[in-house]
C-alpha cells in the first residue's frame, strides 16, 4: 500500500548563488529520497523555497547598494535554474501519475499568500495566549544627529561567547555552531559600520513559550529516539536538558513580513524570520494545494494538502522527512514541532490553560525523521556564502556534467561525519569508479552487441539462456534490497555503493565469459560459446537494472542509458521492481552507443579553476572561488571507516583532563535541567553547569570525585559562566552515569 510522503527541504537564503556544502547537506539528498519514494509507488509532495526575509537579504543589499528584493529576485532565479540544472526533480509541479499522488513546490517566503497565513497564525498563536510580551535589551547603532537603528542579530559581530572566535554572528558562530542571543557576544561591533558607537537600549517584542512545550517534546524526543540520527538526538538532548524558555517571534526590521497588529509602538517590527521559514513547509503545501491540486482535480480540492499533513483518523500519520545542515537541527526537531503543536492546539480553540499534546487525528503531523547531514569541507574549511569559502553550484555545472557532481557528492556525502570536497578527489572518483566500473560496463555491452550479426535489429534477442540469467539473477535481487534498504534508511552512499557494486559484478562475469572471443559465427561450435555469449545479452539486463537503480541518484545518465538499451519514455516513470523483471522483453537501438562519462583531466581542471580565481578576486583581495579544495593529492577518504570521525593525536593532547571533588550543588536558577557546581580542582576552584539533574540528586553528588576537562572555553549557559564540563556516560536508551574516581587522588590531578 502506497504511503503519502512530504519531503520538506531546508529553505535556502536568497541572499547569494547556492555552493556545493547546500547541496551535499540540504538539497541532493531529497532529491535522491523523492526520486526513490515516488518510483516505488508512494504519493510524494515535495516543498521547500527561498528565504528571503531577515537579515542575511538586507546584509547584502547594504554591501551592495540595492534594495532588499533586488537581491531575492535575482538569486531566487539563479539558485532555481541551479536546481533544476542539478536535475533536482521540482519541476513539474504535478505527479506524471496524477494530482492525487502528489507534485513539488519550490516557493518563495515573500509570496503574499505565505505572508497571509503566516500573520494569520500568528494572531491565532497570539490568542491562544502563547506569545509573552517583554522588554528587551538590543544593540543600537548611534548615528549623528541623535539618529540610529537597532542591530538585529546578522548586523551585530562579535566574540563568541562559547569558543571565542572572533568573527562570529550577532545569533549563531560559524566555528562551533553555537547559538545565543546577540546581547551575549564579547567585543560587540556594527557589522556595516564597525566604527560607530553601540549601546544597548530597550525595545519590547514577542516571544514564544517554548517552555510550555518542554515536556510533550522530551515525550516526542523518546519516541523517536530510535529513528533520529545521532546528531539529532544528541543536538535535541542538549537543548531539552538546557530547559526551554520563550523565544523572540518579533524583531526590529523592516524588511520582512509585517506585524498584523495596530498601533504605532509596532512600526518598524516585522516576524521574526526564524518563526515565518519554518512554517514554509506548510504554507507551500497549501498554496501547491491552492494552485496545482484544486484546478488539477484533487479529491480534496483546496484542502489537498491535508493528505500530506494530517493525522488520520486511526491514528497513521503521513511520512514527514526533513533534510537540513547539522545547524538547523533544534529549528526543526525543537521550535518547529512546538509551533505545529501550538496551531494544532489554538485550532481546537484551545489556550494555555490546557496541557499541549501530542497531535491527534486530523491535526498536523510531526516529523517521522530528520536525516541532518554533517558539512561537506573546503580545503579543511566549512563552506560559507558569507566568507566567501565555497565552490559555487551555477559556475560548476556550467563547466561539468551534473551527474558527476550528483556522483561525488553522494558517495562522499557528510551523512555521520564532515567530508571534504577537492578537486584531486572528485577527479579520482569520477575517472577510477564512475567511469572504470559503472560507464566501462555499459559502453562494453553496448559496443560488443553492435559487433555481432542482428535478428530482427536486436543482436542478443536469440542469446539469453533462462539457466545462465538464473545464476546471477539471486546476486541482483540481493543488490536490490539492500539498496532498498538503505534507502529506507538515509543511507544514501551505503545505497550508491551497492548500485555501483552491481556495475562491478557485471564486469566481472563479462570479463570471465570472454564474450569477445566469439563474436563471428565461425567462432560459435562449442558450449563455452554459448555460455559466453549468454552471459554477454544478460550484461543487456544488467545495464536496464542499472538505468533504474541509478535513477534517484544520476537522472541524466541513466535517461542516456534507458535509451541507448532501446527502452522508451522516461526512466523516472518506471516502477522501482521493475529493475529485477528478468522477463521483459530485450530491447535495441540503433543509435551508435556514446560513453556515458567523460574522463576528467586534473591539470587541466586546476588551470581553468585557477583562471577562474583570479577573475574572482573582490576589492577587498578575498578569494571566491577555491581551487585546491584540500590538501595536494587530495583526502583519502578510503582510510576512515563509515560513521568514524579520526581525531589527529595532537589534537586529542591538547584536551586536559583532570580530576575534581564536588564540593556543593545548587539548582540552576534559569534551567530547569541544569545543576550548579562547585568543583575542588586543586587550583582555587571552578562553576561548572552540568544538565545531569534527571539523573542524580544533590545528595548524591556531593563529594564525589569526577573526570572533567580543564582547558574548555568557559561559556555563559543562562546568566552563569561554566568553566569546563564534567564526563559522563550515555547509553543512549536513558541511563546516564558519572566520571568517576576508583579510590583516592588528589583534587587537580591530571587523567592521561
Not at 429 to 451: D, M
Request: net charge negative; with cysteine; charged share 25%.
Amino acid at each position: 500500500m502506497s504511503r503519502n510522503v512530504l519531503i520538506c527541504v531546508a529553505w535556502p537564503y536568497a541572499n547569494g548563488p547556492l555552493h556545493l556544502g547546500h547541496v551535499a547537506g540540504c538539497y541532493l539528498p531529497p532529491d535522491i529520497q523523492a526520486r526513490y519514494e515516488r518510483a516505488i509507488g508512494n504519493n510524494v509532495l515535495m516543498v521547500s523555497g527561498s528565504d528571503e526575509h531577515g537579515t542575511p537579504i538586507t546584509v547584502t543589499a547594504e554591501q551592495d547598494g540595492v534594495s532588499p528584493q533586488d537581491v531575492v529576485d535575482k538569486y531566487h532565479q539563479i539558485n532555481t535554474a541551479a536546481l533544476l540544472k542539478l536535475g533536482c526533480s521540482w519541476e513539474p509541479n504535478v505527479d506524471h501519475r496524477g494530482v492525487n499522488f502528489g507534485g513539488a513546490l519550490f516557493n518563495r517566503t515573500s509570496d503574499n499568500d505565505h505572508q497571509k497565513i503566516v500573520q494569520d497564525n500568528f494572531i491565532k498563536l497570539l490568542n491562544a495566549g502563547f506569545f509573552e510580551r517583554k522588554t528587551t535589551q538590543q544593540y543600537y547603532e548611534v548615528t549623528g544627529n541623535d539618529g540610529g537603528r537597532f542591530l538585529p542579530d546578522r548586523y551585530v559581530e562579535g566574540d563568541c561567547p562559547t569558543c571565542g572566535h572572533t568573527d562570529a554572528r550577532g545569533d549563531q558562530c560559524d566555528e562551533c555552531g553555537a547559538t545565543y542571543e546577540a546581547i551575549e557576544l564579547n567585543n560587540p561591533r556594527s557589522k556595516m559600520n564597525p566604527d560607530n558607537k553601540i549601546e544597548v537600549r530597550d525595545t519590547d517584542h514577542f516571544f514564544y513559550r517554548l517552555d510550555l512545550f518542554q515536556s510533550v517534546l522530551e515525550q516526542h524526543a523518546d519516541q523517536q529516539h530510535k529513528s533520529w540520527k545521532p546528531n539529532v538526538r544528541a543536538m535535541t538532548k542538549q537543548w531539552l536538558e538546557m530547559g526551554l524558555r520563550p523565544r523572540a517571534v518579533t524583531r526590529d526590521l523592516n524588511w520582512g513580513i509585517p506585524l498584523p497588529l495596530d498601533g504605532d509602538e509596532w512600526d518598524g517590527k516585522c516576524i521574526y524570520v526564524w518563526f515565518e521559514a519554518v512554517q514554509g513547509y506548510s504554507t507551500c503545501a497549501q498554496i501547491w494545494a491552492r494552485r496545482f491540486a484544486e484546478p488539477n482535480g484533487h479529491d480534496l480540492g483546496a484542502d489537498a494538502w491535508k493528505q500530506w499533513w494530517n493525522v488520520d483518523e486511526q491514528g497513521n500519520q503521513p511520512k514527514h522527512l526533513y533534510f537540513l545542515g547539522k545547524d538547523n537541527i533544534p529549528f526543526h526537531t525543537i521550535i518547529w514541532p512546538a509551533l505545529i503543536m501550538g496551531l494544532n492546539h489554538a485550532n481546537a480553540g484551545l489556550d494555555i490553560n490546557t496541557p499541549v499534546t501530542l497531535p491527534k487525528p486530523g491535526q498536523m503531523a510531526l516529523e517521522s525523521n530528520v536525516p541532518a547531514m554533517e558539512y561537506l569541507m573546503l580545503a579543511g574549511g566549512q563552506f560559507s556564502k558569507s566568507r566567501k569559502h565555497a565552490v559555487w553550484l551555477p559556475s560548476f555545472l556550467e563547466r561539468y556534467d551534473p551527474d558527476t557532481l550528483r556522483y561525488y557528492l553522494c558517495i562522499n556525502m557528510p551523512e555521520n561525519h564532515d567530508t571534504d570536497f577537492n578537486w584531486p578527489d572528485f577527479v579520482e572518483k569520477i575517472n577510477a569508479e564512475l567511469n572504470a566500473a559503472y560507464g566501462n560496463f555499459v559502453h562494453r555491452i553496448l559496443t560488443l552487441g553492435n559487433r555481432l550479426s542482428m535478428v530482427d535489429g536486436n543482436p542478443y534477442k536469440h542469446l539469453e539462456d533462462k539457466s545462465i540469467n538464473m545464476l546471477h539473477t539471486v546476486k541482483l535481487e540481493q543488490m536490490h534490497l539492500e539498496i532498498s534498504q538503505s534507502l529506507d534508511r538515509h543511507r544514501y552512499k551505503e545505497a550508491l555503493r551497492t548500485a555501483m557494486k552491481s556495475a562491478q559484478y557485471g564486469n566481472q562475469i563479462i570479463q570471465a565469459a570472454e564474450p569477445w572471443k566469439y563474436l563471428k559465427l565461425e567462432n560459435r561450435s562449442s558450449k563455452e560459446s554459448e555460455s559466453a555469449l549468454a552471459t554477454l545479452a544478460f550484461g543487456w539486463r544488467i545495464c536496464r537494472f542499472l538505468a533504474i537503480v541509478m535513477q534517484p541518484f544520476m537522472p541524466f545518465s541513466s535517461q542516456r542509458l534507458w535509451n541507448s538499451l532501446g527502452e522508451s519514455g522516461q526512466v523516472d516513470k518506471i516502477h522501482w521492481g521493475e529493475a529485477v523483471n528478468w522477463n521483459c522483453p530485450i530491447k535495441w537501438s540503433s543509435t551508435s552507443p556514446e560513453p556515458l562519462f567523460n574522463r576528467l583531466d586534473l591539470s587541466d581542471i586546476l588551470e581553468q579553476e585557477q583562471s577562474l580565481v583570479e577573475d574572482r578576486i573582490d576589492e577587498n583581495n578575498e578569494v571566491l572561488h577555491s581551487v585546491k579544495g584540500g590538501k595536494k593529492g587530495g583526502k583519502n577518504m578510503n582510510d576512515e571507516l563509515e560513521g568514524v570521525t579520526y581525531l589527529n593525536f595532537d589534537d586529542f593532547v591538547k584536551v586536559e583532563l583532570r580530576v575534581g571533588r564536588i564540593i556543593s550543588v545548587d539548582n540552576h536558577p534559569n534551567a530547569d535541567k541544569l545543576y550548579v557546581i562547585q568543583l575542588d580542582d586543586g587550583s582555587g576552584g571552578r562553576t561548572i553547569c552540568a544538565g545531569i539533574k534527571k539523573y542524580y540528586a544533590i545528595e548524591e553528588l556531593v563529594g564525589k570525585s569526577v573526570v572533567f576537562v580543564a582547558n574548555l572555553q568557559p561559556r555563559p549557559l543562562r546568566g552563569i559562566t561554566s568553566e569546563g564540563m564534567i564526563l559522563a556516560a550515555d547509553d543512549e536508551a536513558g541511563n546516564v552515569r558519572l566520571v568517576t574516581i576508583d579510590g583516592d587522588i588528589g583534587s587537580g590531578s591530571l587523567v592521561r
